[in-house]
């Protein structure tokens, strides 16, 4: 499973995308939401941290089977 | 074609007339966002926008798509700009033609207001000694 990252995100992680094993991917939005906290505690302290699956936004209760495309959105800020 | 939609690394905003233009507007509104000098005092040397393309362009067509249907519009356009910016350079332009002004004046608004809530963009703010993601944090 391949997470990518946008935004300050990719700042905090050091990467524009990592991945998870099999055995150890996380299988919802929530739980990757949770991983993610946990080793990267900064990601708590922003304003909104958001998922897109498919390019859609994906709330906490969407399941993952680690074939989509997941990507962590940080505070939007265009215009 | 009623909507354009599109992430350029420049914005021409000489163009947006005649992607507006229609036989049945009366009325056409633009609105163009650009680099302001200062925020809260502070110096701006330039703007970093990056974006996550696929889904900025789904979320633009949304955007572009319920404009089109709520204000009967003949012709939309959203169009933001990626990379350095520095300032006084316009960083997104969006577009409304209708056969009426109220239509597209109301439309702009919401087709810039929307694009600022949900549309997969990031604003860096580089300045003298420090850049700042715009909104990261509280």
């Known amino acids: ?79 | 074609m009623k909507k354009v939609v599109e992430i350029v690394d420049v914005i021409d905003t000489a163009k947006v007339y005649a992607e507006l233009s229609d036989a049945n507007s009366g009325g056409i509104c633009v609105f163009v966002g650009a680099v302001r000098e200062f925020t809260n005092n502070e110096e701006v040397v330039a703007l970093e926008f990056e974006t996550y393309e696929a889904m900025a362009l789904k979320e633009m067509g949304k955007i572009a798509d319920t404009a089109l249907a709520k204000w009967g519009l003949n012709k939309v356009v959203i169009r933001h700009a990626v990379g350095e910016k520095s300032v006084k350079e316009p960083v997104v332009i969006v577009g409304a033609s209708s056969a009426h002004r109220d239509a597209c004046f109301e439309a702009c608004r919401f087709l810039i207001d929307t694009l600022k809530e949900t549309v997969p963009i990031w604003k860096k703010e580089k300045f003298k000694n420090k850049s700042v993601w715009v909104s990261a944090h509280p």
């Open chain 1, 1 to 79: 499973m391949n997470v990518l990252f946008f935004g300050i995100t990719k700042d905090i992680v050091g990467s524009s995308e990592i991945s998870f094993s099999n055995e150890l991917k996380p299988t919802s939005v929530a739980s990757l939401k949770k991983r993610l906290i946990e080793s990267y505690p900064e990601f708590s302290k922003l304003n909104s941290l958001a998922v897109a699956v498919n390019s859609e936004y994906a709330d906490d209760s969407v399941l993952l089977n680690g074939n989509e495309e997941i990507a962590i959105i940080p505070p939007v800020s265009g215009g």
